[in-house]
């Protein structure tokens, strides 16, 4: 393929990716297969759906790739939210949330966000919620570039804020702060980065059990349909480096840049992932609801690939872990791909307090609820 072909392909593809994001499918549950036992409905309708987290009483937090952020309240905990409220707007990408203290935080493009007493504008009466509240600014100067710009953001077992910065192309060098994990006190201060060499990272989260971080990352594009794979990737000290720019998943040399530098400084990924599945939302799972065998087992919401030639991903996979290591790589729920067209694609998880799973999904424009019960 040509230079110029290669460009018109990226540009069409990036067309068609974005005419996805700005339309809200048909959401088709009669099209979604699980495992046994296992069920899945509509918990809400959020235009864009992407990362959530969850406060005390249950309220569930969502970013979008624009400019909104939704609260979702389940007032009789019936399973499905009785009320969609709009907590924050004119945003530029207001993809990452977390929630601490009282407070939402938001990772929007350039910047982080502080809404405190959030919860106290949620739970007023429509009529009151009379205007947006006014955000408390955290952190400014990260990188303005839009590609791979939307922020994935968390609160770690350590109580610092984690905040991922993607890498601004397919592939090439910058310095820090991009292709890179970082870590800040709730105010900001005390910034340092934790991970490099990470592409472009949309999820983490960590073991329940160990307190290690783990995290997906997405493979860069056009070394062909099955090359690289994308990556789950175990953070077991600080400022480790996962081979970005120089070497993908562990082995592959980058064409390029893989001249610089050998594959052996760099940590391998824990779980080889498949090849442009847009691996990005993952938890571990810490629920009761589910059987036993997947209690601290990891979920991962792959979106999907864009730029091969037959579709992969679209779906929910299972990674199962002993003793911290990967032994298994499966799918749990697909159906969101039907042939070559996909009518939903899964972007981000999470568990519940009655041990249900959540996940988001930006193109049908639903957070789904999967629940289990044994009939």
Request: charged letters at 20%; one cysteine or more; aromatic letters at 10%.
């Amino acid at each position: 393929m040509t230079r110029a072909a290669l460009l018109l392909s990226l540009v069409f593809a990036i067309a068609s990716v974005e005419a996805q994001r700005r339309t809200t499918a048909a959401v088709r549950l009669d099209a979604l297969r699980l495992p046994a036992g296992f069920s899945i409905a509509v918990y809400a309708e959020v235009p864009g759906a992407r990362s959530m987290t969850l406060a005390p009483d249950g309220t569930v937090f969502v970013g979008s790739q624009s400019d909104t952020v939704h609260a979702l309240v389940d007032r009789d905990q019936d399973g499905r939210a009785d009320e969609v409220v709009g907590v924050a707007d004119n945003l530029h990408v207001a993809n990452g949330v977390a929630f601490k203290g009282g407070a939402l935080f938001v990772a929007d493009l350039d910047r982080v966000l502080r809404y405190d007493d959030i919860l106290d504008f949620v739970n007023q009466p429509a009529a009151a919620r009379l205007s947006k509240p006014v955000p408390a600014v955290v952190l400014t100067g990260l990188p303005t570039d839009t590609y791979h710009g939307w922020r994935y953001l968390a609160f770690g077992p350590d109580d610092l804020l984690y905040l991922a910065v993607g890498t601004p192309c397919n592939v090439c060098e910058r310095a820090d702060p991009y292709a890179s994990l970082i870590r800040m006190k709730p105010d900001g201060s005390a910034r340092e980065t934790v991970a490099r060499g990470v592409r472009n990272s949309v999820g983490m989260d960590w073991d329940p059990v160990t307190k290690d971080l783990w995290f997906t990352d997405n493979g860069r594009d056009f070394l062909g349909d099955d090359s690289p794979p994308d990556e789950l990737n175990h953070l077991t000290g600080i400022g480790e480096h996962f081979g970005y720019p120089y070497c993908h998943a562990g082995t592959i040399a980058d064409p390029e840049f893989g001249r610089r530098q050998s594959c052996a400084p760099f940590t391998p990924p824990a779980q080889r992932l498949g090849p442009h599945v847009a691996s990005i939302g993952m938890k571990f799972y810490t629920g009761e609801m589910f059987p036993p065998e997947y209690r601290n087992q990891i979920f991962i919401a792959e979106h999907g690939s864009w730029n091969r030639s037959t579709p992969i991903g679209y779906r929910l996979s299972l990674v199962r872990l002993e003793e911290s290591q990967p032994v298994s790589y499966d799918t749990f729920a697909e159906g969101w791909l039907q042939g070559f067209r996909a009518w939903g694609r899964p972007v981000d998880l999470l568990v519940m307090p009655d041990g249900a799973l959540l996940v988001s999904d930006d193109t049908a424009g639903a957070i789904y609820r999967i629940s289990y019960a044994t009939r």
